[in-house]
């Protein structure tokens, strides 16, 4: 999809699609209407491209047996690898050792004793 796409332009697109697979299920808008509970008035505006109510649009996607790629329209971003990856992991105050007395902390080369 171009970045630069208006919402009117979706719609349009979705329209056409779900118009598109009712009559290829095949459903007239009246069937489709008794299947959905959405008017037949609602059905003939949206394939016509106008906008109307998301809980409409639900109710026909599920009158069309389409409900299970609802979830596609937005994915679920913990089901992303990069999601893990942001997730702080809780840190851990380690102590320093203690040194065993009799040990002389400065440096020196291995012929030195």
């Known amino acids: 999809m171009p970045e630069n796409i208006t919402s009117v332009a979706i719609i349009a697109m979705l ?5 598109r697979y ?3 299920y095949p459903l ?3 069937e489709l209407a008794d299947k959905s509970g959405v008017s037949q008035r609602s059905i003939s505006r949206f394939e016509g491209g106008e906008d109307i109510q998301l809980s409409n649009l639900i109710k026909i996607l599920i009158a069309l047996d389409l409900a299970e790629h609802i979830s596609l329209l937005v994915p679920d971003n913990t089901r992303r690898p990069s999601y893990f990856l942001s997730e702080e992991k809780a840190k851990i105050r380690v102590r320093a050792r203690k040194k065993p007395e009799g040990t002389d902390d400065r440096f020196r080369w291995g012929d030195e004793k």
């Open 28 to 30: 007239t808008q009246k």
């Open 22 to 24: 009712r009559i290829d």
């Open 15 to 19: 329209a056409k699609r779900i118009k």
